[in-house]
């Protein structure tokens, strides 16, 4: 125990400033690509900290938190480089990043989070197996693993939730890839006013939400693997988001976020989720998309300008979900624009709803998109649209039972029809109340 307490004290670093240039080398990183952990001698820049010579063994029973953290001290003092954790497993409690470090999880590695949640801190939110505060040039590398063991604390939220895999806040420059994140005792990657951030290759397996990022901006999310018991992505207050390539699997929602300029393409969302939730035990997806804006996070930004296109969604509840009135966090701030290209989602049980704002602010596009709900629950609409500013659909499939309209539109600015088909055939395929204006072109079904 008194081992334990004396790492727990270490603490957080203290704030310091960032370099003037920080925000153009963070640019640069960004269109460069991740920078290599790349060799060099000891005592310089670059040099590398094999957490064996600080005396981690392998294997141990006993926490081997100190030992690792003086190999991050002492690369962080000489100015960075890599730490490595070599082929075995490492049992150890909190770790604190510093500026430049590269944390390297070789081949068959396994840094194993302890199971007491004491060894983490206080029992706080933010406690967690890996924290960065304020530190720039950070990089958690693969192909090992973060294991965090499914610690629980009895006095986290819902009673059980434990310590974060990854917990940075206020930090530049981030890479984590490569590696992979499993049985989180929370969130696998938790960020908060963090910049200049590329997730490449990461798995997040079981735990809560795989990557929650709040007011973080220019974040690219490319070939990952997020099969979570919670969201896959989510928080609020983002800019600038990029996501391309990546694997979604969810007992909750794919994603429920809020942020302006979202990028979401050549993706991949099934469920039900391999992972149950771990508080309702359940594991159907619940939604791919949902509006994320909480009253009480009082967010500042709406969700807008969002591109999701070249994606595939198979056995969720919804492709997507936003009610600004009575909406479960959502009515914090507005979705506005919205637009889906080229995506098609089979065996959804709920339709496309939305309930915008009093002003009308949303607008959605789906362009070659098809939708089909899944065999029992084909008894109502395909899409059902409240208070839009713009509704525009072009070369649009809906599949249903064809008792009930595909689509229901009311409230509305503009709504454009452009070779909307609908399946099967029903003599009256759309429900059209209360919109000022619509446009049905040359093509689209009567």
């Keep these: 125990m008194t081992e334990r307490r004396s790492e727990v004290r270490a603490g957080l670093p203290t704030r310091r400033a960032f370099l003037a240039a920080g925000g153009t080398l963070a640019a640069a990183s960004m269109i460069a690509g991740a920078v290599p952990c790349a060799p060099a001698d000891e005592g310089t820049r670059g040099g590398e900290y094999p957490v064996t010579r600080y005396g981690a063994v392998p294997g141990e029973d006993r926490l081997q938190t100190a030992a690792i953290q003086a190999a991050i001290d002492t690369c962080g003092t000489a100015g960075g480089g890599t730490v ?30 302890s199971g007491d949640w004491r060894d983490y801190g206080e029992g706080r939110w933010h406690d967690a197996l890996i924290t960065g505060q304020d530190v720039t040039g950070i990089r958690i590398e693969g192909p090992g693993k973060i294991d965090g063991g499914d610690c629980r604390n009895p006095k986290g939220e819902e009673g059980f939730r434990g310590p974060h895999a990854v917990y940075l806040t206020g930090c530049r420059d981030i890479a984590v890839e490569g590696v992979s994140i499993t049985d989180a005792g929370n969130y696998a990657v938790l960020c908060r006013d963090c910049d200049d951030a590329r997730f490449v290759g990461v798995a997040a397996r079981a735990g809560h939400d795989a990557l929650h990022a709040q007011a973080c901006r220019r974040f690219t999310v490319r070939d990952c693997d997020f099969r979570t018991g919670d969201d896959c992505l989510a928080g609020c207050d983002n800019e600038d988001f990029e996501v391309t390539g990546c694997k979604i699997n969810s007992s909750c929602n794919g994603f429920r976020l809020g942020c302006v300029n979202l990028v979401v393409r050549d993706c991949t969302f099934w469920g039900p989720g391999e992972h149950q939730h771990l508080v309702s035990e359940r594991r159907n997806m619940l939604s791919a998309f949902v509006h994320f804006a909480p009253t009480d996070r009082n967010p500042k930004l709406p969700s807008d300008n969002w591109l999701v296109e070249n994606i595939t969604i198979d056995n969720a509840d919804a ?14 701030q507005p979705a506005k624009r919205l637009r889906f290209v080229n995506v098609r989602a089979t065996g959804i049980a709920r339709p496309l709803r939305v309930l915008g704002d009093a002003d009308r602010q949303f607008e959605l596009t789906l362009e070659r998109v098809s939708i089909s709900l899944r065999e029992d629950r084909r008894d109502q609409e395909v899409l059902d649209v409240r208070r839009f500013g713009l509704l525009r659909l072009s070369d649009v499939t809906l599949e249903n039972g064809g008792r009930q309209p595909v689509l229901r539109a009311r409230e509305g600015n503009r709504l454009e029809l452009d070779g909307v088909r609908h399946l099967p055939e029903n003599e009256n395929p759309f429900a059209i109340e209360g919109v000022d204006a619509v446009e049905t072109e040359r093509g689209a079904d009567d």
């Design 319 to 332: 492709v997507y979900a936003y009610d600004f009135e009575r909406g479960l966090w959502q009515t914090g």
């Design 84 to 113: 490595r954790i070599p082929e075995g497993r490492f049992r150890c409690g909190a770790l604190v990043l510093r500026d430049h470090v590269c944390l390297l999880l070789e081949a068959g590695a396994v840094l194993a989070g």
